[in-house]
Nanobody, 114 residues
Framework: VQLQACGGGLVQAGGSLRLSCAAS????????VAWFRQAPGKEREFVAS???????RYADSVQDRFTISRDNAKSTLYLQMNSLKPEDTAVYYC?????????WGQGTLVTVSS
């Protein structure tokens, strides 16, 4: 399974971006898909995950600002990011857990200027 993330860029604080992650195979609702991020000099950290359309989970740092969603028919995962802060600057990675295997996308850079 290949994951292709896109949508990153440079945005001012308070702005919004929408990340997309396209999978090379169908994403069934039972598969857990997620976004992680890695800021310069820091460990990769969890941002959000979703298994079905009813149980999204978020890191405390992005709760109420970010929204994860998925379109299984298009095999695409999204991350809507609003009210962006400079501390959201990172490379964002999508991840899919399919049965016992974990697949990562290549990452897309989000830079938030103050």
């Amino acid at each position: 399974v290949q994951l292709q993330a896109c949508g990153g860029g440079l945005v001012q604080a308070g702005g919004s971006l929408r990340l997309s992650c396209a999978a090379s195979r169908r994403l069934y609702s039972s598969y857990i898909v997620a976004w992680f991020r890695q800021a310069p000099g820091k460990e990769r950290e969890f941002v959000a995950s979703i298994r079905s359309g009813r149980d999204p989970r978020y890191a405390d740092s992005v709760q109420d600002r970010f929204t994860i969603s998925r379109d299984n028919a298009k095999s695409t995962l999204y991350l809507q990011m609003n009210s962006l802060k400079p501390e959201d600057t990172a490379v964002y990675y999508c991840k899919a857990r399919i049965e016992s295997a974990h697949y990562w996308g290549q990452g897309t850079l989000v830079t938030v200027s103050s």
